[in-house]
């Protein structure tokens, strides 16, 4: 998985709203960035050719300042397990360039919290955090980058079984269960 960072994820007023919001609830906020962070499935090594025809692509939106801001990350992707659609329209696009060893890139975006000062942060703080900055119905929250490695794991289904209940009854129901 190749992870590419990009540029800013939310406008200058869209931060201001945000930073609004997170102080109502939790003190001691001092700032919020965010960055579009891609990832980049692929078959084989992509080489330095591909990265950059990928940089040139992955590349948009106003330049981000959260590359070396310290502070507590959260990750915000798509839903485990779901292919959203800006990943479908973005993977057809790399394939369009050339770029046809690419299984799939998808994008979340990495919110970056500095405190006035860590040690009042809770893990309830935390947890509440990420509630707000993702809709857990479409998106999921990490609290590091490397968890991201999730994304393309590929999980299949379970054989059909099928269950006597005509013959065997509850029985055989609490049995499969």
């Given at each position: 998985?190749?992870?590419l ?6 406008s ?22 965010s960055?579009?962070?891609?990832f ?14 990928l940089?040139?692509i992955?590349?948009y939106?106003a ?13 915000v ?20 360039c050339g770029?046809?060893?690419i ?18 942060l ?7 955090l ?11 929250c ?8 999730v ?11 099928t269950?006597a ?13």
């Amino acid at each position: 998985m190749l992870i590419l960072r990009g540029k800013s994820a939310l406008s200058p007023f869209r931060i201001t709203k945000l930073l609004h919001k997170l102080r109502a609830d939790v003190p001691g906020i001092h700032s919020v960035t965010s960055q579009f962070i891609h990832f980049v499935d692929s078959d084989k090594e992509i080489s330095p050719e591909q990265q950059i025809i990928l940089e040139r692509i992955l590349m948009y939106g106003a330049e981000s300042n959260a590359i070396d801001i310290p502070g507590l990350e959260f990750l915000v992707l798509p839903r485990i397990g779901t292919i959203s659609p800006w990943a479908s329209k973005a993977t057809d696009i790399a394939h369009n360039c050339g770029l046809h060893n690419i299984n799939r890139i998808e994008r979340g975006i990495l919110y970056i919290i500095d405190f006035t000062d860590n040690s009042l942060l809770s893990d309830r703080h935390r947890e509440y955090l990420a509630q707000i900055l993702h809709d857990r119905m479409i998106e999921t929250c990490f609290f590091e980058i490397e968890q991201a490695a999730v994304l393309f794991e590929q999980h299949h289904p379970s054989p059909l079984s099928t269950i006597a209940i005509l013959e065997q009854g509850r029985n055989a129901l609490v049995e499969a269960n």
